[in-house]
Nanobody, 113 residues
Framework: EQLVESGGGLVQAGGSLRLSCVAS????????MGWYRQAPGKQRELVAT???????SYSDSVKGRFTISRDNAKNTVYLQMNSLKPEDTAVYYC????????WGQGTQVTVSS
């Protein structure tokens, strides 16, 4: 199993980023996929999920600003992040929901004020 996240970076508050995650070795098409994040000194939290059929859900902290999507043909899940805030600074990970024991390296998102 492999999860490879990319697309993070440094952005000013109000800016946008698009994260990607390529999954291999899992039954991607039938799994609910999620984006998680972990800020320094905090526990990892789930921010968005998407079912195999495309139904989505979001945490209150990102609702209306983030959009999760997936391309089953490419085994890829995306997270479009708009109107970014400094409190969105974290390492972002993708995984199944509920999460498997294996985690990728994540991608760092830093939002400056």
């Amino acid at each position: 199993e492999q999860l490879v996240e990319s697309g993070g970076g440094l952005v000013q508050a109000g800016g946008s980023l698009r994260l990607s995650c390529v999954a291999s070795g899992i039954f991607f098409r039938i799994n609910v996929m999620g984006w998680y994040r972990q800020a320094p000194g905090k526990q990892r939290e789930l921010v968005a999920t998407i079912t195999s059929g495309g139904s989505t859900s979001y945490s209150d902290s990102v609702k209306g600003r983030f959009t999760i999507s997936r391309d089953n043909a490419k085994n890829t899940v995306y997270l479009q992040m708009n109107s970014l805030k400094p409190e969105d600074t974290a390492v972002y990970y993708c995984n199944t929901q509920p999460p498997d024991d294996y985690w990728g390296q994540g991608t760092q998102v830093t939002v400056s004020s």
